[in-house]
């Protein structure tokens, strides 16, 4: 599924009794995921994961721009 508004890619697995939902944002390639019950309405869960990406990306912004020595972007951390 395709976040219409943002282009953000909305991916949904079911993992047991759960479900993990992603929230990628195609222009970084950056990721964020939850987990929840699949009785929470689609919607719901799509949101959460859309806003923790948003938090994310927001907390990594913040940490670039003040040079945060002891939090480090995935490019500092050699993850890419």
């Known amino acids: ?6 282009g953000i890619i909305i991916e ?4 047991g009794n759960s479900l993990k ?3 990628i944002d195609p222009a970084t390639g ?3 995921s939850i987990v929840a019950d699949p009785r ?5 869960r799509e949101r959460l994961a859309v806003r923790k990406l948003r938090y994310v990306q927001a907390k990594l912004k913040a940490a670039r721009k003040a ?6 972007t995935p490019e500092e951390d050699n993850l890419y």
């Open 67 to 72: 040079k945060t020595p002891n939090l480090k």
């Open 30 to 32: 950056r990721e964020a």
């Open 12 to 15: 949904t697995v079911s993992l």
């Open 1 to 6: 599924m395709n976040d219409e508004d943002t």
């Open 40 to 44: 929470t309405p689609e919607i719901l």
């Open 21 to 23: 939902v992603t929230a």
